[in-house]
Structures are given as C-alpha cells and as structure tokens.
C-alpha cells in the first residue's frame, strides 16, 4: 500500500508530498504504538520501585501475595503465599497491587 501511494506521488512529479506522506505514518505510528506502550512500560517500572514490605501483590503467574523482603541489589522479592510459605521471585514479575486489582474489578468502565 506504501507503494501505491509513494507511486501516485511521484506520478504526480511531486518529491514532497511522498516525504510529506512517509513523515505522516512515522509520526501516526509513534503517537498511537511507540508513546502509549512506553507510558505504560514507565508506570509499570514506578510501581514496582515503590514497592514495600507488607504490600499485598499478585504476580505474573497469578499468585497473590504479601512483600516480606525486598533485595534491591540482586533484584529479589520474598512474597509471603501462605502461612510458612515464602517464595523468592524476580522483583520484574510482580504484577500489580491487590488495591489496584480490587479497583480494576470495580470499575466496570475500565478497559484495558
């Protein structure tokens, strides 16, 4: 389809509005895929910074949990599942706060 248009334009025996037309779908293709998955991907990263023992999270598997211990260097958290039961997981795969799921299921206008 690229072509097509590229091609109109130059049968035209106009170089610009070809440029013009590539320089659109660059900046349509940013503001619509690039921009907001970078916003989320930035938010994600800010949660899971805050995080603090005695959070309630669940996990990207599924499984809820509370923070016992943070390991900032090696990038560790234990999460509490069960009484006696603690688990060392990747700080990257907690997935979202108990509060937020809870606000999420609430909300029957979100859309994600």
Known sequence: MLNFILLQAQGQGSGWSSILM???LIAIFYFFMIRPQSQKQKKINQFRNSLQKGDKVMTAGGIYGIIKQIDD??????????????????RNSIYQ??????????DPQNKQ
């Open 73 to 90: 260097k090696k990038g560790v958290v234990m999460l509490a599942i069960a009484d006696g039961v603690v688990i060392k997981i990747d």
């Open 22 to 24: 590539i320089v659109a």
């Open 97 to 106: 706060s108990v509060q937020d799921i809870a606000e999420t299921a609430a």
